[in-house]
């Protein structure tokens, strides 16, 4: 049976979930007792401090410890209470959680570290060090693993995935989503990595979106659907590893695609997305890749100002106009 729940509750059920499943799993951040963003908040009570762990303001102090956790057998869930600090922690994850698997041989080492990149993005107004979108940075490490949810039931079950995983995973989490309700069973269940998910479909443009830009796909593809426009929504979920033949099998149909990030355009996720496209599915084109991301400039503080700087629906749907009208 399904209900509907916040995307916050989905991965707090998740944590809990894992945490009662395996002794081994444990949290670890900053005021995950009280929690910023109140998903894990309370799980103390049940599962005693020893597992929720509250830390210092150390990023890359607490996250190497948890790696340190992982390789001796725990299973560690990092939260960063924003997604800017992954900067503060990233010597941690791209130099050493990312390479050890690799510079051991294998062996029987494990990295089962899960690293919750939480309060991405804009929403609140809190600034430049507070509302980036990141993901796009971490693409160039190998041995990560990175999913980005967009519903309630895709940020329980990947999250699911994520904790039983050997391999260290970023998990994105948009603070614009928390208060997002939708329908999540209450069974048991979880979902695969690498296996995008056709939010919409639609026969006149493929388009790409991350995290909360679903949403804003999803308004700008009712819009334009009124017009007479179709738009086909693909959802990729995880970064790493990445569904490619969702995406070539829908362009195939599309001839068409626009790709939509809160990330700076310049050098982000779109980029390397239009980079597999064009080497792999060129020919299926009938117009040029457009990528729509966010302004090249720190975001303000404000909550009117931030607004400004990553796409909003109308420019969504500027761009399926455009790129409707061309080929």
């Known amino acids: 049976m399904e209900r509907e729940i ?36 309370g799980l103390n009570k049940e599962f005693g401090d020893t597992r929720v762990v509250n830390t210092p303001i150390s990023e890359s102090g607490f996250v190497g410890a948890a790696f340190g956790s992982a390789l001796l057998g725990l299973r560690p869930v990092v939260e960063l209470i924003f997604g800017d600090f992954l900067l503060l922690a990233a010597d941690s994850i791209a130099n050493e959680i990312a390479k050890y698997r690799y510079m051991c041989g294998g062996g029987g080492f494990k990295a089962p570290i899960t690293i919750r990149v939480a309060g991405c993005g804009i929403g609140t107004g809190a600034g430049p060090h507070h509302s980036q979108s990141l993901e796009g940075s971490f693409l ?24 039983r995983e050997n391999n260290p995973v970023l998990f994105f989490e948009y603070k614009l989503l928390y208060g997002v309700r939708g329908n999540v069973p209450d069974v048991e269940y979880t979902i695969p990595f690498g296996k995008a998910k056709v939010r919409r479909e639609g026969n006149d443009i493929t388009l790409v979106a991350l995290g909360h830009c679903c949403y804003k796909a999803s308004i700008a593809a009712e819009e334009l659907s009124k017009e007479g426009i179709e738009i086909e929504i693909v959802d990729p979920r995880t970064l790493i590893p990445f569904d490619k033949d969702t995406l070539l099998n829908s362009l195939k149909k599309t001839n068409k695609l626009i790709i939509v990030e809160d990330g ?19 020919y299926s084109l009938d117009a040029p890749i457009r990528r729509i991301g966010g302004k090249d400039a720190p975001i303000p503080g404000s909550v009117y100002g931030e607004k400004l700087m990553v796409p909003s629906v109308e420019d969504i749907i500027n761009a399926c106009r455009i790129l409707k009208s061309e080929g």
Not at 264 to 282: D, H, N, P, Q, Y
């Open 140 to 163: 160039n490490y190998p041995g990560l693993k990175i999913a980005i949810p967009s519903t309630p039931y895709d940020a329980k079950g990947l999250l699911k995935t994520a904790i």
């Open 6 to 41: 916040t995307f916050a509750s989905a991965i707090k059920e998740a944590l809990h979930e894992e945490m009662k499943k395996d002794k081994d799993v444990y949290l670890m951040g900053e005021s995950v007792r009280h929690s910023v963003w109140g998903v894990t908040r």
């Open 264 to 282: 700076i355009k310049r050098g982000g996720v779109g980029s390397e997305i239009a980079a597999i496209v064009s080497e792999e599915c060129l």
